[in-house]
Every structure is written in C-alpha cells, then in structure tokens.
C-alpha cells in the first residue's frame, strides 16, 4: 500500500530534550516536507527537500532541521524542544512539482 | 493580506443540499490548486485538484476556478453527514519548490 509513515503519532515531552519525528514513504517520489498546523494558522510549511540531499527551509524553520540521506526518508529533527512546538505536525511527499501532497497520519507533539 | 484566504465557518447545510466553499489567493500567477479534506485530528487527504481556468467535476464534486478573479470554489452537490470536516484549500505559486500555501480551512456541517 502507497503511503507516508511518521512516527510517533504521540510525543510528550520536556523542554530541551532532543527528538526526531521520522517520515517514511514507499512511493519513491523526490519532493518530501514536514509542515506544522495550529490552530487559526492552518498549515506551515517548516523544511522541504527535492532530492537526497538537498534541503531548504520553508516557512517557519526556526528550532527544526532536517536530513534526507535516502530518498524515502526524512526526519524532523528538534535540537532544543521548546513550548511553542507544541503542535500537530504532518510529513508529506509528491512526486513533482506542481502535483498533490500525500500526506502522513501526523504526529501530535506536546512539549512541556 | 493573507496568501491563501478561507472563511472559518462554520458552514452549516441541510443533508441533500449543495455545499460552496470558496478560496481566495494573492498571488496572480499562481499555477495549480488543490482542494483537500481533513476530518478532526486526522491528515489531510486529497479531493480535488485543478489547473486550469474552469470546472472540474468529479463524482460529487465540483472545483471552479477563476483566475482573472483570483478565486477557487469547491461545490459539493447531496451533501452527506460524512462530508462534515475541515476543507483546505491550497494554492502553489509560481516560485518555491513544493511550496504549497495552505488557506486556514472552512469547517462544513452536515445536518441529518
């Protein structure tokens, strides 16, 4: 089945505490993001990557990084959790430009 | 001014009525748009997408789109219970790679 897999589905945690939500798909495409959704503010674009190994920052970047060293995968890494990324975040991938974003089950963070 | 606008809602319709919601964008020359569903707590999921300047029908479905204006429409004709979720609508401009803006959603209720 073609999907996109994050994991965890649930974190909590504490401030400052390094984590790293994974994205997973098994549909082969080249474009991956991670966006984050709070409410009144929809979806964010945080990081994007068109290949392996090229990355670029989207819209709120600020606190994340990201690595894509296999075309399936790529994870959000968060350094220095702090309060204000509590959020839902969801990982998407589309296999060109200008095409649909599938997008994963999501990964509700709670950082404390 | 907002890239992507949406009306909160929520929108309330009568089950077997026609559901519009509309999407208004900034950017002139954007190139594709998409219409996607999410039910509460859940990913976004794909319903429609649309290119060109028009209708495009599929099932239920309807997307307009009206460039010159700068709007979207999503029309959803016998509305069901099940159709009750946050609708997305999202615009890729002409710069920045997978850069999909999303509007804030418009929440639809289907009344029984």
């Known amino acids: 089945e073609a999907q996109v897999t994050q994991n965890p589905r649930y974190l909590i945690t504490v401030t400052g505490k390094k984590l790293t939500v994974t994205c997973s798909q098994n549909m082969n495409h080249e474009y991956m993001s991670w966006y984050r959704q709070d409410p009144g503010l929809g979806l964010r674009q945080i ?3 068109m290949n392996v190994e090229v990355t670029d920052k989207g819209d709120v970047p600020e606190g994340y990084k990201v690595s894509r060293k296999e075309k399936r995968n790529f994870p959000l890494i ?3 959790p ?3 990324q509590t959020s839902l975040y969801f990982c998407a991938s589309s296999p ?7 997008f994963g089950q999501g990964t ?3 950082v404390v | 001014q907002k890239e992507v606008e949406q009306n909160s809602g929520p929108l309330s319709v009568p089950e077997g009525a026609i559901a519009s919601l509309n999407c208004t964008y900034s950017d002139r020359g954007s190139q594709s748009f998409f219409w996607y569903r ?3 707590g859940k990913s976004p999921e794909l ?3 649309i290119y060109s300047n028009g209708d495009k029908e599929d099932g239920r479905f309807t997307a307009q789109l009206n460039k010159a204006s700068q709007y979207v429409s999503l029309l959803i004709r016998d509305s069901q219970p099940s159709d009750s979720a946050t609708y997305l609508c999202a615009v890729k401009g002409r710069t920045g790679f997978q850069k999909l803006v999303f509007g804030t959603g418009t929440r639809l ?4």
Not at chain 1, 96 to 102: D, G, I, P, V
Not at chain 2, 109 to 112: H, I, N, R
């Open chain 1, 108 to 110: 509700r963070l709670t």
């Open chain 2, 38 to 40: 999410q039910y509460s």
């Open chain 2, 47 to 49: 319903i429609m997408f």
């Open chain 1, 96 to 102: 060109k430009l200008n095409t649909e974003a599938f």
């Open chain 2, 109 to 112: 209720l289907v009344s029984p």
């Open chain 1, 47 to 49: 990081y994007y990557s």
């Open chain 1, 78 to 80: 968060l350094e220095s």
């Open chain 1, 82 to 84: 702090s309060p204000n």
